[in-house]
C-alpha cells in the first residue's frame, strides 16, 4: 500500500493493480443548461425546422434538383426546448471520432461538409476565405460511430492581419482529429500546401483520404485519381459536392477508416465483473449542477452499467450506511477528488479506491506521465510559476477548484507562494517555449476533450520538459489518501 500517492504500476494508477486508478471529478464542466455549450457541436446552427426533406441513410444523396437533405445526425430540433432536451442525450463532442476537411481556400470543403452532413450547416461563398472559425458538425457515420465533422478555413490564407490567425485556428483542428479529410481538386492535386499537410498528418499518426473536390467542374478521370492516390499515398475518390457525385462514397470511405483510438477503450468496466457492485461517491453541493450529474459521473455510471455490474450512488453522510446495508464489500469505491479524505477515512482499507477523475487519468491521458507530474511537486521552488489548465470553459464559482482549491490546497502542502495562471477550452500554449514558462502544468480530467487532444498536451509538456499531473492524481497526492494497490 502506498501511503502518500498512488503508485505506478505499467502507467496505470497504483490503486488498483489490474489497471484502475484512484480519481477525482472536480473541475468537470457544467453541462449546456449551466452555461457551456452543448459538447457536440460548438457552434453550428440547429437545423431549419422548415423546408427540409427527410432524413436520408448515409449514403443515398438525393438529387441536386431535391435540394440539401437533413442532417444525418442525430435528428433535426424544431424548438429551443426539444434542442435542449435533445443535446443531454447525445454523444459528448469529446468522445467523438473527429473528422476535419483541411485544404486551400476555395477547394469547395465547406460545401463538401454540407453535402456530407446532407443540410446546410457551413456558410458557402466563392469569396475566398468565407470560413474563417472552425464550424462542426455532429453526426453518427456507422461503422465509425458518433462522429464530429469540422470545417476549417484555408491553409493558404494569406490574407493581412487575419490570415495567420485563421491558418494557426485550422492547425490546432490538427491536433484533435482523428481522420482527416484533405480536400483538392483534380486540376491542383497534390502541391506545395497540401504535401506539407500530408507531412503533418503523417507525424502526428493522423489517418487521412484525399478528396478530388468538383470533379462536375474539373473531371478527374479515373487515370488522375490514381495518379494522385499514389503521390499521396492514401484512399483517393472524386467527388463533387454540387452534384453529390462520390459524396456517398467518401461518406462510406470515412466511416471505415480505422483510427488509432480502439473504440473498446473502457473508463473501468473492462476492470469488472458481471455482478460486481461499485459505490460511486457523488456529492451535490452548490458548485453541482441541478438535477443531473457531471459527464465524468455519468459516463462512468454508464460503463459500469454496460459492464453488467451494479452501481450504487451516495453522498458522503450517507456512505457508512450505505457500505454497511450491503451484503458483502463492493468491488471498488470511485469518489469525487474533493472528498477523497473523508471518504478514505470511512472506506475499509481491503476495500480499492479511486476517484473519477484518476480513473479518467488512465481513460484520457497517460498515468504514469500524471503521476510522474504528481512527484514533481516536492521539487518545487519558491515562486515557481504553475498553469492550471481546463479543458472546458464553464462558470467559475466561489470554491471554484481550479482557481482556488488547486493553488489553496498546494501553497499549503509544499509550504511556500507560487504563481499560478489558468487556461480554458482550446486555450493551450503554442510553442515548447511558452510551455517552458512554467514549472508545472496542472490539467483537469479533459471529459470535455477528445482523447488523441489530451494525450497531446501530455507529449507537449513531455517534449519542453513540463511536468504535468490532472487534478485527481494530484489531490490524491496533496490530501496523503493512501490508495490500495489491488484491484
Known amino acids: 500500500m502506498n501511503e502518500t500517492s498512488p503508485a505506478l504500476s505499467e502507467g496505470i494508477p497504483p490503486a488498483l493493480s489490474k489497471g484502475i486508478p484512484p480519481t477525482l471529478s472536480e473541475g ?3 453541462a449546456p443548461s449551466e ?55 447525445r ?30 450547416v457551413a456558410i458557402v461563398s466563392d469569396v475566398p476565405g468565407t470560413t474563417t472559425d472552425p464550424v462542426r458538425k455532429a453526426m453518427e457515420l456507422l461503422p465509425l460511430g458518433p462522429a464530429l465533422l469540422v470545417d476549417t478555413a484555408g491553409l493558404d490564407d494569406d490574407q493581412a492581419d487575419v490570415g495567420g490567425l485563421r491558418v494557426r485556428r485550422t492547425r490546432e483542428e490538427l491536433r484533435a482529429a482523428d481522420i482527416a479529410v484533405v480536400v483538392t481538386d483534380g486540376a491542383t492535386g497534390i502541391g506545395p500546401v497540401e504535401r506539407a499537410l500530408l507531412r503533418d498528418l503523417r507525424g502526428a499518426g493522423v489517418a487521412f483520404l484525399v478528396a478530388l473536390n468538383k470533379a462536375d ?50 473508463i473501468v468496466g473492462d476492470r469488472l465483473a458481471p455482478g460486481d457492485v461499485v459505490v460511486l461517491v457523488v456529492p451535490v453541493d452548490s458548485a453541482a449542477p441541478k438535477g443531473r450529474l457531471i459527464l465524468p459521473q455519468q459516463q462512468t455510471l454508464r460503463d459500469i452499467l454496460d459492464a453488467h455490474a451494479t452501481a450504487v450512488v451516495a453522498q458522503v453522510p450517507q456512505l457508512a450506511g450505505t457500505l454497511a446495508s450491503l451484503r458483502t464489500p463492493p468491488r471498488l469505491v470511485i469518489t469525487d477528488s ?16 479511486t476517484s473519477f477523475s484518476i480513473l479518467f487519468a488512465r481513460y484520457k491521458g497517460d498515468y504514469a506521465a500524471l503521476s510522474a507530474g504528481a512527484a514533481a511537486v516536492d521539487a518545487l521552488p ?29 501553497e499549503a502542502y509544499a509550504k511556500r507562494s507560487f504563481v499560478f495562471e489558468t487556461t480554458s477550452g482550446r486555450g493551450w500554449p503554442a510553442t515548447p517555449e511558452e510551455l517552458r514558462r512554467y514549472a508545472l502544468v496542472v490539467h483537469c480530467g479533459g471529459c470535455m476533450l477528445p482523447r488523441r487532444e489530451m494525450r497531446r498536451r501530455i507529449a507537449d509538456c513531455a517534449a519542453a520538459g513540463v511536468p504535468i499531473v490532472n487534478y485527481g492524481v494530484l489531490i490524491a497526492k496533496l490530501r496523503g489518501v493512501p490508495v490500495t494497490e489491488e484491484l
Not at 475518390?237 to 473498446?264: F, W, Y
Not at 474533493?338 to 479506491?353: G, Y
Open 382 to 410: 519558491e515562486g515557481a510559476r504553475i498553469l492550471v489548465s481546463e479543458g472546458c470553459t464553464h462558470r467559475r464559482q466561489c470554491g471554484d477548484i481550479g482557481t482556488q482549491k488547486i493553488p489553496r490546497w498546494l
Open 91 to 120: 454523444t459528448p463532442a469529446g468522445e467523438r471520432a473527429h473528422v476535419v476537411l483541411f485544404g486551400r481556400r476555395n477547394a469547395g470543403k465547406s460545401s463538401l461538409l454540407n453535402a456530407l452532413a446532407g443540410q446546410p
Open 217 to 266: 467542374a474539373i473531371p478527374a478521370p479515373p487515370e488522375r485519381v490514381a495518379a494522385v492516390a499514389a503521390e499521396a499515398a492514401a484512399p483517393t475518390l472524386a467527388v463533387s459536392a454540387t452534384t453529390g457525385e462520390g459524396v456517398a462514397e467518401l461518406r462510406r470511405a470515412i466511416a471505415e477508416t480505422k483510427v488509432d483510438e480502439p473504440a473498446s477503450q473502457r
Open 338 to 353: 474533493q472528498a477523497f479524505a473523508e471518504v478514505r477515512a470511512i472506506v475499509p482499507r481491503e476495500v480499492p479506491l
Open 35 to 89: 452555461g457551456i455549450p452543448p459538447a457536440l457541436s460548438e457552434g453550428n446552427p440547429p437545423a431549419p425546422s422548415e423546408g427540409i426533406p427527410p432524413t436520408l441513410s448515409e449514403g443515398n444523396p438525393p438529387a441536386p434538383s431535391e435540394g440539401i437533405p437533413p442532417a444525418l445526425s442525430e435528428g433535426n430540433q424544431t424548438g429551443k426546448e426539444n434542442r435542449e432536451a435533445d443535446a443531454l442525450n
Open 28 to 30: 468537470n464542466p457544467p
